[in-house]
């Protein structure tokens, strides 16, 4: 049973232009969540995370939207560059609360590419 | 500063055989995580050392796995025996502290095993 899920396995958008990456949850237990990028043959690399106190978070280009009602999360790259051409996982963990767990449960990543 | 580092990169071995993954975190780093992923599948929570305390084991699939973290620096990954269905790529992560605190967690750049 998926608790994390990113439906788009591929998004494809023209430079300069605006990237949407979406993930939906399961678990309401989730108060963190984190977006990874990765390149081939490279470990995932941290992007940008939010907790759920937040409905927004934002850093440089890349900005995290949380909608808790809707259990859902979005990453938003403006202007999209052909280096940000990778897979993007997103990621959550129940573990804010004293005793939550450290563990992050990911989802299956979406391949963007940013075409010149 | 050196990153996480993995040993091996790529591994191929029989069904049956054993396999020992290494993982040198980030110096200093405490939290320690193993991670896998299976061909097309999301990554998976394995397991987190604090130090040389395995805090949260509950994602090891079975007793085939046995992780160890022996003086709380270097981790190992054992496989023993082999399996199919282990074939995928093992991820290593370190942290300085819980990430929660805003501390980044560090992936390597996985070791993949291939199990014929």
């Known amino acids: 049973d998926q608790q994390v899920k990113q439906n788009s396995p591929s998004l494809s958008v023209q430079e300069g232009r605006i990237s949407i990456l979406n993930c939906d949850y399961t678990?309401?237990?989730?108060?963190?969540f984190l977006w990874y990028k990765k390149y081939p043959a490279e470990g995932p690399t941290f992007l940008i995370s939010?907790?759920?106190?937040?409905d927004k978070n934002e850093d440089g280009r890349f900005t995290v939207f949380l909608n808790k009602s809707a259990k859902h999360l979005s990453l938003h790259i403006v202007p999209s560059q052909p280096g940000d051409s990778a897979v993007y996982f997103c990621?959550?963990?129940?573990?804010?609360?004293?005793?939550?767990?450290?563990?992050?449960?990911f989802g299956k990543g979406t391949k963007l590419t940013v075409n010149p | 500063e050196a990153g996480v580092t993995q040993f091996p990169s790529h591994s191929v071995i029989e069904k049956g055989q054993t396999v020992t993954l290494r993982c040198d975190p980030i110096?200093?780093?405490?939290?320690l995580y193993w991670y896998r992923r299976v061909m097309g599948k999301e990554i998976k929570f394995l397991l987190h050392f604090v130090k040389e305390s395995k805090q949260d084991e509950s994602g090891m699939p079975n007793n085939r796995f046995l992780a160890e973290r022996t003086g709380g620096t270097y981790s190992t990954l054992k496989v023993q025996p082999a399996e199919l269905e282990d074939s995928g790529v093992y991820f290593c992560?370190?942290?300085?502290?819980?990430?929660?605190?805003?501390?980044?967690?560090?992936f390597g750049e996985g070791s993949w095993l291939t199990v014929v």
């Open positions: 990621a959550a963990s129940d573990g804010l609360d004293q005793g939550g767990s450290e563990k992050l449960v």
């Open positions: 992560a370190s942290s300085q502290d819980s990430y929660h605190s805003g501390n980044t967690i560090y």
């Open positions: 110096s200093g780093h405490d939290n």
């Open positions: 678990n309401s237990m989730f108060d963190y």
């Open positions: 939010i907790s759920s106190i937040k």
